[in-house]
């Protein structure tokens, strides 16, 4: 099981030749990837990133950053442009229609925009350790492609990025626990599949996005009333908010949730069945622990706001996804 996350750059290559002076003009941009993440919580890089050019740098903001540009005769002008680094993928135009590298120069001009996508995981084996940082760094030089002719690079340009992702793990339950599904039946959380409607808290429903299992070794589980097992972070609604039975575990994997830790004489709210969100209360009487050598426990992340709340319900208690 993992999660993958993305976050990218973007070069941009230009032939332009309406200019109607004689001369014909080869740009080479850059910018932050902002069309084609497909993770949310990657979306907002900042702009603190950096392109290196042999002297001074350039932000790699939203907005195309020029690095380099070339001038040239409109009779003396090279076959293609490209960039010197072979990593580039996903080559289209600047309107978006499929094109390829290198950039044929002619009479009319034209664009290729392709991307340099760097991917996060979180793995079981925690490829990258909760808040790791990746730096992601690669070299390119423009080139100017022309038969009979050695190629003329540009300088050198370094892209530095550097990103952090949470492999946080903590917020799970083990197999047999029961998911309350949008037509009030319910389902063994461990059978669940993508795309499956669940009823979360007021009665809202949402769809399950991504199914998550993993297997602990030593880990603590906590039963609650005789009636509810749950790793020590999961987020679950009393009437004081959310909390989970291990509060720091909690706060790591939510901390928009502000999560403080349940103990006896807490009020629970438990869904009554009936599919219109309605709750009743019930008091925390008993709250123990057990180590478990080996366990498969398993979360669901289901619809997210607005169009959803990011809960479901399990054994009638409601809890926060992922």
């Not at 907002?44 to 950096?50: H, M, R």
């Not at 999961?234 to 959310?242: A, E, S, V």
Request: hydrophobic share 30%; glycine share 10%; charged share 20%.
């Amino acid at each position: 099981m993992h999660d993958n996350f993305q976050i990218g750059t973007q070069f941009y290559l230009q032939w332009f030749t309406g200019a109607g002076n004689g001369y014909y003009y080869a740009y080479w941009r850059v910018r932050r990837n902002t069309t084609t993440l497909s993770y949310s919580e990657l979306n907002n890089q900042q702009d603190g990133s950096k392109v290196y050019l042999q002297s001074g740098t350039v932000d790699l903001a939203g907005s195309w950053q020029i690095i380099e540009l070339w001038v040239f005769t409109d009779s003396n002008y090279p076959d293609s442009i490209d960039w010197d680094y072979s990593g580039l993928s996903n080559h289209k135009t600047i309107g978006g229609s499929t094109a390829s590298l290198p950039l044929t120069c002619n009479s009319s001009g034209g664009t290729v925009v392709s991307e340099r996508n760097d991917y996060f995981e979180c793995e079981e084996n925690y490829a990258i350790p909760p808040s790791g940082t990746r730096i992601s760094t690669i070299t390119v030089k423009p080139r100017a492609i022309k038969a009979n002719y050695t190629n003329i690079t540009g300088g050198t340009h370094v892209r530095e990025m550097e990103g952090t992702i949470s492999c946080n793990w903590n917020g799970c339950f083990p197999a047999g626990t029961k998911v309350l599904l949008e037509d009030n039946t319910t389902k063994n959380i461990e059978d669940m599949q993508v795309d499956d409607a669940v009823i979360g808290k007021d009665g809202i429903v949402n769809v399950v996005k991504v199914m998550r299992t993993h297997t602990f070794t030593n880990k603590a589980m906590y039963t609650i009333n005789g009636g509810l097992i749950t790793t020590g972070g999961h987020p679950i609604l009393t009437t004081d908010g959310w909390k989970s039975c291990n509060a720091s575990e909690g706060q790591e994997g939510h901390p928009e949730l502000n999560i403080t830790e349940l103990a006896e004489g807490d009020t629970l709210l438990k869904d009554v069945g009936n599919a219109n969100g309605d709750t009743v209360e019930e008091s925390v009487s008993t709250i123990t622990v057990n180590t478990d050598a080996s366990i498969t426990v398993y979360n669901l992340d289901v619809t997210d706001s607005p169009s959803g709340n990011d809960t479901y319900v399990v054994n009638n208690y409601i809890v926060h996804n992922k």
